[in-house]
């Protein structure tokens, strides 16, 4: 909005011309999330605990650890939405539509989320929205959003999925570009969640996530950097990189109300909206690929899952002692603390190893 307002008279006034230079916006975007999380983060969560006498339902057979967190309040990602979408907002170009239908699929994943968390609430046990509901309203969601980026990208590659580490390597899917994508979101979206289950565990993935698709963001909107790098050009997804800012500006806001012990969840309210974004942002970069491998965490935890079901299903037995992945340390007896820091460190090599696929090509 104040690109919008201000950059016109960047010329008359010197002080306005800083609204043209995006990083300078971004890290507006950073600050003003962060601070608005530290302004609105105690009032939200002395309201969720005046709204929720019993707080988040804990799972019955989940580690005995975890027992002393009741009464803890959950939908504590409005936090982050709230801070995130004002942030962005205030800061970006709203004549950019990958900006607005980035903020179509993280907001209407959260209110799926928000949906999810309330009925877990008010049936006080931990099903919530049916499963096949959600994942309905997820794929109509990322139907929209999908189709209209497809429109936005450029002709050449709008219905394309990028190789890493191959030079102008592209798989044109043509119209089942519209699947791929969706299962991009929603994976992204769902394996999110599925991490969110230990104080602080999924939040700092998340940022650092988001700030690696901060710089690709970057990265691809700009045509020298672009092909000096041999990645996919795609104008305008430059924008993108003001809320992945503002994503990481939130979660470090959110973090310090979430740090052992916690004084509030997320909830799917936080993790269902930030795991889409970030998909929404691969697929508009066309660095769906990449997702994979800098969100590796998330994959790992969302395959210890499957495999536990499938093999249960088809042996009897259970591969780990408890899943998502994260539970099954738990049981073998480290401390959620342990659990929390060596996932961070997982997340944070990952991260770099799906950054040098920039360069290496």
């Known amino acids: 909005m104040l690109y919008n307002l201000l950059a016109p008279y960047a010329g008359d006034f010197l002080l306005f011309n800083l609204v043209r230079y995006l990083t300078f916006r971004t890290g507006c975007a950073v600050l003003t999330s962060l601070i608005l999380c530290f302004i609105i983060g105690p009032r939200m969560i002395r309201w969720l605990r005046s709204k929720q006498a019993e707080?988040?339902?804990?799972?019955?057979?989940?580690?005995?650890?975890?027992?002393?967190?009741a009464g803890t309040p959950t939908m504590g990602g409005l936090m982050i939405l709230i801070s995130v979408t004002i942030s962005t907002l205030?800061?970006?170009?709203?004549?950019?539509?990958?900006?607005?239908?980035?903020?179509?699929?993280?907001?209407?994943?959260?209110?799926?989320?928000?949906?999810?968390?309330?009925?877990?609430?008010?049936?006080?046990?931990t099903k919530g929205l049916p499963g096949k509901m959600k994942l309905l309203i997820q794929f109509v969601i990322g139907s929209v959003a999908t189709i209209g980026i497809m429109h936005s990208l450029p002709p050449d590659i709008s219905s394309h999925v990028a190789i890493p580490?191959?030079?102008?390597?592209?798989?044109?899917?043509?119209?089942?570009?519209?699947?791929?994508?969706?299962?991009?979101?929603?994976?992204?979206?769902?394996?999110?969640?599925l991490t969110d289950g230990l104080d602080g565990l999924a939040i700092v993935p998340v940022a650092i996530v988001a700030s690696c698709f901060g710089l690709i963001t970057y990265l691809v909107g700009n045509a020298n950097f672009s092909n000096y790098l041999q990645i996919p050009f795609v104008p305008g997804t430059g924008e993108l990189a003001?809320?992945?800012?503002?994503?990481?500006?939130?979660?470090?806001?959110?973090l310090w109300f979430n740090a052992p012990p916690a004084m509030v969840f997320m909830g799917d309210t936080g993790s269902l909206a930030m795991g889409g974004v970030l998909g929404?942002?691969?697929?508009?970069?066309?660095?769906?690929?990449?997702?994979?491998?800098?969100?590796?965490?998330?994959?790992?935890?969302?395959?210890?899952?499957?495999?536990?079901?499938?093999?249960?299903?088809?042996?009897?037995?259970?591969?780990?002692?408890?899943?998502?992945?994260?539970?099954?340390?738990?049981k073998k007896g480290w401390a959620e603390s342990t659990v929390v820091i060596r996932f961070w460190i997982i997340a944070m090599i990952l991260a770099l190893i799906g950054l040098s696929t920039l360069k290496l090509r």
Not at 116 to 122: A, N, V
Request: aromatic letters at 14%; one cysteine or more; proline letters at 3%.
């Open 165 to 193: 580490f191959f030079k102008h390597f592209f798989i044109n899917l043509s119209w089942f570009f519209i699947p791929w994508a969706l299962v991009v979101m929603i994976g992204a979206s769902n394996a999110v969640n």
């Open 55 to 69: 707080g988040q339902p804990i799972r019955t057979d989940g580690p005995e650890s975890h027992f002393k967190k």
């Open 280 to 330: 929404a942002i691969a697929v508009m970069t066309k660095h769906e690929l990449v997702l994979a491998i800098i969100g590796g965490l998330f994959v790992l935890e969302t395959v210890s899952v499957i495999v536990q079901v499938v093999s249960f299903k088809l042996t009897g037995k259970r591969v780990f002692k408890m899943a998502p992945l994260h539970h099954h340390y738990e």
């Open 242 to 254: 003001i809320l992945c800012g503002a994503l990481v500006g939130a979660s470090m806001g959110f």
């Open 90 to 125: 205030l800061w970006t170009d709203l004549s950019n539509p990958f900006m607005w239908y980035a903020l179509l699929v993280m907001i209407g994943f959260g209110a799926i989320g928000f949906m999810d968390d309330y009925l877990k609430l008010t049936k006080k046990n």
